[in-house]
């Protein structure tokens, strides 16, 4: 079984640049999460989607950051004016719904704003 | 507001050392438990959950968790490590809150195991 991809794998920008990264989650997994994780903390939940809608997006910075999930399948979180303290490691996890307990992780993308 | 506690952020051990990885939790209802493990360049992977029953739970890898529901903790332990088991360790809590469930991750504890 395929696991969740993402790419970009690291990019490197200047503040006040736009970003974007994409996830693709473990095929028939309903529920698609995106965490931030910050050298030396814990991964943050930003937002979790259900299909394509969003059930949880309380913690996402909803002034620079956005993300959707236009098909119920791949996702696409953008940064948009980056700042120097976005740098982090960013998390896709699929579950295959919404009251499965166990989320599966992909690679991270390891986001340098410069 | 919910939050996980781990004490330790860094322990070193030597091959065939007894481990045990501290954590707390703070959440008054009903909690799903998880410990996951980030082996070096790898991505974060499920060790261990605990949902209900006992409260002992035995996960990959020879490593096993303790649920004390009075001390709000969820320790990991592993009677004899390995250079192998070289790895970033997360104790995360899954609470229901706002008419959804949250998965809420402390920050971590990096373990070094010499040969």
């Known amino acids: 079984e395929a696991g969740v991809a993402q790419s970009p794998r690291y990019k490197i920008i200047e503040k006040r640049q736009s970003v974007a990264f994409w996830c693709n989650p473990i095929?028939?997994?309903?529920?698609l999460y995106w965490y931030q994780q910050i050298l030396g903390q814990g991964p943050k939940l930003l937002i979790q989607?259900?299909?394509?809608?969003?059930?949880?997006d309380s913690q996402l910075p909803k002034d620079r950051f956005s993300a959707e999930r236009l098909k119920g399948v791949d996702s696409t979180l953008k940064i948009q004016p980056a700042k120097l303290e976005d740098s982090a490691v960013y998390l896709c996890?699929?579950?295959?719904?919404?009251?499965?307990?166990?989320?599966?992780f992909g690679p991270g993308t390891r986001l340098l704003v410069l | 507001a919910q939050s996980v506690s781990q004490h330790n952020h860094h322990v070193i051990l030597s091959e065939a050392a007894s481990l045990e990885l501290g954590c707390n939790y703070s959440y008054g209802g009903t909690v799903n438990l998880f410990w996951y493990v980030q082996y070096p360049g790898q991505h974060l992977q499920l060790l261990l959950k605990?949902?209900?029953?006992?409260?002992l739970v035995k996960g990959i890898k020879g490593f096993e968790a303790e649920f004390i529901k009075s001390k709000f903790s969820f320790n990991l332990r592993k009677p004899s490590v390995q250079w192998s088991d070289t790895a970033e360790y997360f104790c995360a809590v899954k609470v229901f809150s706002g008419g959804y469930n949250k998965l809420i991750f402390g920050a971590g504890t990096r373990l070094a195991v010499h040969p």
């Open positions: 095929s028939g997994h309903a529920t």
């Open positions: 989607f259900q299909n394509n809608g969003v059930v949880d």
């Open positions: 996890a699929s579950s295959p719904s919404f009251l499965q307990e166990t989320q599966y």
């Open positions: 605990y949902f209900s029953g006992d409260p």
